[in-house]
């Protein structure tokens, strides 16, 4: 199972990006994904997660300017950021909760993509 993570950049206080994360390979279904970040000198925090039937959870810290969402055709996972502060500058990582063959559940992580939110 890849996890392939992509939508990274640099923004201006304020503006926004959209990252997506698309899980493939041989699996049954992608039952959680979750978006983290982890900034220079910090540890890796959660940031949203969603799942596969759509219920959502978000840190304190991003609530009511980052929104998660799926397409589970797809298997992709997206996150929406709106209004951004200098202090969302990080790494951002996908994580998925995978149901693979012979019931078999396991988590896989992307490649990080860098958000740079200049002031």
């Known amino acids: 199972v890849q996890l392939q993570a992509s939508g990274g950049g640099l923004v201006q206080v304020g503006g926004s990006l959209r990252l997506s994360c698309a899980a493939s390979?041989?699996?049954?279904?992608?039952?959680?994904m979750r978006w983290y970040r982890q900034a220079p000198g910090k540890e890796r925090e959660l940031v949203a997660d969603?799942?596969?039937?759509?219920?959502?959870n978000y840190a304190e810290s991003v609530r009511g300017r980052f929104t998660i969402s799926r397409d589970n055709v797809k298997n992709t996972v997206y996150l929406q950021m709106n209004s951004l502060k200098s202090e969302d500058t990080a790494v951002y990582y996908c994580?998925?909760?995978?149901?693979?063959?012979?019931?078999?559940?396991?988590?896989?992580w992307g490649q990080g993509t860098q958000v740079t939110v200049s002031s």
């Open positions: 390979g041989s699996f049954l279904s992608v039952e959680v």
């Open positions: 994580d998925a909760a995978v149901l693979q063959y012979g019931s078999i559940r396991n988590n896989y």
């Open positions: 969603i799942t596969r039937g759509g219920s959502l």
